[in-house]
Nanobody
C-alpha cells in the first residue's frame, strides 16, 4: 500500500487549507484511510478516518466542526478541508492507511494504521 499526500503550507490565522491523499495498492476490499497530525513536542493525534467497511467518515470529537474529510468517487482519494485555522493547528499532517477493518471512533489511533504518507507541514501564522 502506498500513501501519497499533497497540499499544506503557510496560512494566516482564520484561513483555510485543503490536504489531499491518494492511497493505492490495497489487497483487500475493506480498508481505512485516516488523517493525523503531530505538533512539536506533542503526540500524534487522530483527526478523522474513512472506513470502506461502512462507507462512513469518523471524527475525533476535538476535530469536529472546523475539519471536514471527504472522499472522491474511487474511495481511495481523500481530502481534509481545514477552515478557521488557528496557530495551535500548526503541525505536520499525515495521511495513513490500513487494511484492517476499522469502523469505530476509538480505533482512530496511530497504532491501528500501518501505512503512512510522507507528512506535510501546515503552519498557521497569527
Amino acid at each position: 500500500v502506498q500513501v501519497v499526500q499533497s497540499g499544506g503550507g503557510l496560512v494566516q490565522a482564520g484561513g483555510s487549507l485543503r490536504l489531499s491523499c491518494v492511497a493505492s495498492g490495497f489487497g483487500v476490499d475493506e480498508y481505512a484511510i485516516a488523517w493525523f497530525r503531530q505538533a512539536p513536542g506533542k503526540e500524534r493525534e487522530g483527526i478523522s478516518f474513512f472506513s470502506s467497511s461502512d462507507d462512513r467518515i469518523y471524527y475525533a470529537d476535538s476535530m469536529k466542526g472546523r475539519f471536514t474529510m471527504s472522499t472522491d468517487n474511487d474511495k481511495h482519494t481523500v481530502h481534509l478541508q481545514m477552515n478557521s485555522l488557528k496557530s495551535e493547528d500548526t503541525a505536520v499532517y499525515y495521511c495513513a492507511a490500513t487494511e484492517r477493518v476499522v469502523a469505530a471512533f476509538f480505533q482512530l489511533n496511530a497504532g491501528v494504521f500501518d501505512y503512512w504518507g510522507q507528512g506535510t507541514q501546515v503552519t498557521v501564522s497569527s
